[in-house]
């Protein structure tokens, strides 16, 4: 049983407040650190989407505003049960503005009473010294999110249906063993991993532990991936884990000893092209790709799907699933728990 008191927020009540602007009860874990839950819906699959980098601005050129109201319209007509956002919400964080910009584009989302769970990325902090003095970017996130009551965090937990934990970190703040959230993150796991009712478990940060080799791996990220390797061959990790992250804007898919590890930046932020050698899985051919992921649970399978837009359309149906992929939780019992479980992908 996993160690947190919650007070728990409904959904709607919680998008409500967010359109309003008003402040809600958020869940607080034993820690301190907020907790939420998303209840299912009875008799119907769980939906969700994730996805990063939509850098919603009225600035020309720096991304791209008709992709991103486009992904914004289809992810409000699948009404999903939550929306969870991987970091550079805004261009500019230390701008409030940008996130006036945000409210007013989604605001079919919060029409729809669809929560929105943000993670914390670097353009969060654009305009803002992280060395010297972060705190009018921190200020202006936690009011564009005010419901939530985040403050003075700046990571929490999200609980979606009864068996999914999604941890939203901050990739701005450190990550390496020993640190406070290093240190929050591995007991989040440990606990997860430790109550039977959580089959998967999904960690949200923005910059992506395993991404295409052009771009750096930050050296915090690349301990969290050599953590969970050390999970997964040791057979101490129960459930199962998909790492999702930013930052590169485009979309790449990736298993690392049966922990999936996926970039999903397609949110409307200025393309960036990658390169797709052996060890990335959805071998797509098209260089920009704006997208969101679209998870659904049923049962013991949690089945992904990127949905991309061509941008350049103009004639046909710009709208393509060209990857997906399957999750599946293993039996429960001895010889099973030992075994990773199954990842199984296809376009």
């Not at 040791?234 to 922990?259: C, K, M, P, Q, W």
Request: neutral net charge; proline residues 7%; glycine residues 6%.
């Amino acid at each position: 049983m996993r160690a947190v008191a919650t007070r728990r927020l409904h959904p709607w009540l919680l998008a409500l407040c967010l359109s309003a602007g008003c402040a809600a009860a958020a869940a607080a874990a034993a820690d301190g650190a907020p907790h939420f839950d998303v209840p299912a819906q009875p008799g119907a699959a769980l939906t969700f989407v994730v996805y990063g980098d939509t850098r919603f601005t009225d600035l020309p050129r720096v991304s791209n505003p008709a992709a991103r109201r486009a992904l914004v319209a289809r992810i409000a007509s699948e009404n999903p049960a939550a929306i969870l956002i991987g970091g550079d919400l805004v261009y500019s964080g230390s701008d409030p503005g940008d996130y006036a910009v945000y409210h007013s584009q989604t605001a079919q989302w919060a029409e729809r009473k669809i929560p929105v769970f943000p993670a914390l990325g670097n353009h969060e902090f654009k305009g803002c010294d992280p060395e010297s003095d972060d705190s009018a970017c921190l200020e202006n996130w936690w009011q564009a999110f005010a419901a939530l009551r985040l403050r003075p965090y700046r990571w929490y937990s999200v609980s979606i249906g009864p068996s999914i934990l999604a941890l939203m970190l901050d990739s701005d703040s450190a990550l390496k063993v020993g640190s406070e959230q290093r240190t929050w993150l591995e007991r989040q796991v440990t606990e997860a991993n430790a109550d039977p009712r959580i089959r998967f478990i999904l960690i949200v940060l923005h910059y992506p532990p395993v991404r295409d080799p052009i771009f750096p791996r930050g050296k915090d990220e690349a301990q969290v991936e050599r953590d969970l390797s050390a999970r997964a061959k040791a057979g101490t990790l129960r459930a199962r884990v998909v790492v999702i992250g930013s930052h590169v804007h485009n979309y790449e898919r990736f298993d690392r000893n049966g922990v999936l590890y996926l970039v999903s930046g397609g949110g409307g932020a200025k393309p960036v092209p990658v390169l797709r050698l052996s060890h990335e899985l959805s071998k797509l051919r098209t260089a920009v790709n704006f997208h969101y992921l679209r998870f659904t649970l049923e049962r013991d399978r949690l089945t992904g799907t990127m949905v991309r837009f061509e941008a350049k359309e103009h004639t046909g149906d710009a709208w393509s699933e060209p990857d997906r992929f399957e999750i599946t939780y293993p039996p429960h019992d001895s010889s099973a728990s030992l075994q990773a479980p199954a990842i199984r992908g296809g376009r």
